[in-house]
C-alpha cells in the first residue's frame, strides 16, 4: 500500500492551499489519515488526523483554526484545507496512516507518502 500526497506549491502569506492524499492498494474510505510536516532543520509536527467517523483530532496548537480535514468518499481522498497559511508554514507535508479506524499517534506502524512541498513565501 503506497500513500500520495499532491497539491504542494508556493503561495503567498496569507493564502490557501488545499492537499491531497491518496492511496493505493487500499481505500483511505477505511481508515484514519494523519498529516504531519517537517521544515528544513527542525523535527516532525504532527498536525492533525481524522478518523474513520471523521472527527478530526488537533495535535499543534499553531494550525489550529487554520487547518482543517476533510473526506471524499467518492473520491477516496483526504483532505487537508490549509488557510491563512504563514511563512513558518514552510514545509513538507506528508499523510500517514497505520490503516485502521482510530487516530492514534504516529509511529512505526504508519505508513507515509512522499511528501509534498509547501513554500509560503511572497
Known amino acids: 500500500v503506497q500513500l500520495v500526497e499532491s497539491g504542494g506549491g508556493l503561495v503567498q502569506p496569507g493564502g490557501s492551499l488545499r492537499l491531497s492524499c491518496q492511496a493505493s492498494g487500499f481505500s483511505l474510505n477505511f481508515a484514519a489519515v494523519s498529516w504531519l510536516r517537517q521544515a528544513p532543520g527542525k523535527g516532525r509536527e504532527d498536525l492533525l488526523c481524522?478518523?474513520?467517523?471523521?472527527?478530526?483530532?488537533d495535535y499543534l496548537d499553531s494550525v489550529k483554526g487554520r487547518f482543517t480535514l476533510s473526506r471524499d468518499n467518492a473520491k477516496k481522498t483526504v483532505y487537508l484545507q490549509m488557510d491563512n497559511l504563514k511563512p513558518e508554514d514552510t514545509a513538507v507535508y506528508y499523510c500517514?496512516?497505520?490503516?485502521?479506524?482510530?487516530?492514534?499517534?504516529?509511529?512505526?506502524?504508519?505508513?507515509w507518502g512522499q511528501g509534498t512541498r509547501v513554500t509560503v513565501s511572497s
Open positions: 500517514a496512516s497505520d490503516f485502521g479506524p482510530n487516530c492514534v499517534g504516529i509511529g512505526p506502524s504508519h505508513t
Open positions: 481524522i478518523n474513520l467517523q471523521d472527527v478530526t483530532t
